[in-house]
């Protein structure tokens, strides 16, 4: 096997791990003994567990962030939510075991991380709309994290009990999320009792 060759064992083998355990629940001569190579292989390919990870994680964040942004490339306002919802959900059903991963994160936050670059794509789309409409574009950043948080929710109920088909979950998140939107009002205030 060429060097190459193994790096990609590796991370492969280290993905699945990770993906059943979590980066705590993983360790060095796990992922050793599943590649079928010395510690000192490992070492010398990524210099340590966490070096392993941050690939993994990596390659699994530029795989969700180019789903999405290629589903956010034209088309309606409300066409640019069906695509980036099911963008995120194919992630999921896709690469099951990249997005255990991300969901699971760790103590440095990857996860909320990428919530908040897939956010940040969400918030151009919706500034746009939110200008056309009147509305301070400044508050969009308030809708895109809901909208994201939301579908990100939606879609690890979905994998862990599987009710529904992809496109059924996403038509209902569409659902909520256009029809919450539709009625947005320009400055709204909250009821409060006294």
């Known amino acids: 096997m060429t060097g190459a060759e193994r ?27 599943a590649a ?25 964040v530029t795989t969700l962030l180019d789903g999405i942004g290629g589903a956010l490339t034209e ?6 939510l069906e695509q980036a919802t099911l963008a995120f959900l194919d992630y999921i059903e896709e690469h099951t075991e990249g997005f255990r991963i991300l969901a699971r994160g760790s103590a440095a936050g990857e996860y909320a991380t990428l919530l908040g670059d897939v956010a940040s794509r969400v918030d151009v789309v919706l500034r746009a709309e939110f200008a056309r409409r009147g509305f301070d574009p400044k ?7 809901a909208l ?6 939606t879609g690890q109920w979905w994998l ?11 038509a209902q ?15 709204p205030t909250l009821e409060r009792r006294r």
Do not use: C
């Open 36 to 60: 079928e190579v010395s510690k000192p292989v490992l070492y010398e390919h990524f210099g340590g567990k966490d070096a392993l990870y941050a690939v993994v994680v990596d390659r699994e």
């Open 7 to 33: 790096r990609e064992q590796l991370i492969t083998v280290a993905r699945g791990l990770f993906a059943d355990k979590g980066i705590d629940g993983t360790s060095v001569e796990e992922i050793a003994a």
């Open 173 to 187: 998140l569409v659902n909520l999320a256009w029809n919450g939107l539709h009625g947005l009002e320009a400055r």
């Open 148 to 153: 994201v948080g939301m579908v990100a929710m």
């Open 139 to 145: 508050t969009a950043q308030v809708y895109a994290q």
């Open 160 to 170: 862990d009990n599987r009710q529904g088909r992809r496109a059924e979950v996403a």
């Open 75 to 80: 088309g309606r306002p409300r066409e640019l």
